[in-house]
């Protein structure tokens, strides 16, 4: 079994939802980014999700953006992604939890490759999934079908901005859980989440089994407890991402102190009968 499914038929089982941090791949550096990962998974991440920096990013915000051009100053290179993600999946803290890693990849990337080679290698280096937000559903029937012949799950994007029709196509060619974006726009921490997503939430539900996991401006415990009980899962990208800047000049050991804190902090608040890690 797919470990994405693994996880949310565990989750499910236990009535909790899966907290799903998004780093950097490479910024500031991959041994940097192998810790922080081994070190949210301690404080209980789920999930982890790893971007691949590439150089026209056309969903992120400002945060992102200037973490994927940090990454590619350094001259990284898709092969040392994979050969960091491989480390990850081998790494104690991930597989005694069994813990997957799913890659946040532009199609430039997978189409210079080709899309069967790309997956091959993704799933050799330990990925469970792909997201690959500049795909269009109308144009994912080759990566679909590739991903369910081997049980390698592909991940699209449902925003608020989606007509019914559309969305509907959206979930039938997604795999292993439904990215819902929050908000209008690009990645960023935002002061609050729409009101209108709950009702977006709820007619999902209507059209798919898939866990619905909602990410694009989530950031604070006020968040999290408006979305514990209308989604599975919540996706944290931006609010960690910049913790990232500051590891150029400190101590990888000193940044993931607070990264760690904010995780512990938004778990709580999405699980808060379970222990703590």
Known sequence: MNLIDRLFRDLRSRGDKAFMPF?????????ATEKFVAHLVEC??????????YTDPIADGPVIQASYTRALAHGLH?????????????????????VPLVGMVSYS???RR????????????????LIVPDLPVEESAELVALGRARDFKIIHLVTPTTPPARAVDITRASSGFLYCVSVTGITGERDRLPEQLHEQLAWLRQHTDLPLCVGFGVSRPEHVRLLRDVADGIIVGSAL????????ARPAAAVAQPMGDLVRTLIAALNPGTPPR
């Open 114 to 129: 080709r899309p069967d080679a790309f997956l091959r290698q993704a799933e050799a280096a330990g990925l469970s999934g």
């Open 23 to 31: 780093l950097t791949a490479g910024d500031p550096d991959l041994p």
């Open 241 to 248: 991402v910049k913790f990232l800047e500051e590891a150029k």
């Open 109 to 111: 990337l997978v189409h």
């Open 78 to 98: 898709v092969d040392d992604v994979f050969a960091s993600v491989r480390r990850l999946a081998d790494a104690p803290a991930l597989r005694s939890r069994g």
């Open 44 to 53: 209980g991440a789920h999930l982890v999700e790893l971007g691949f920096p």
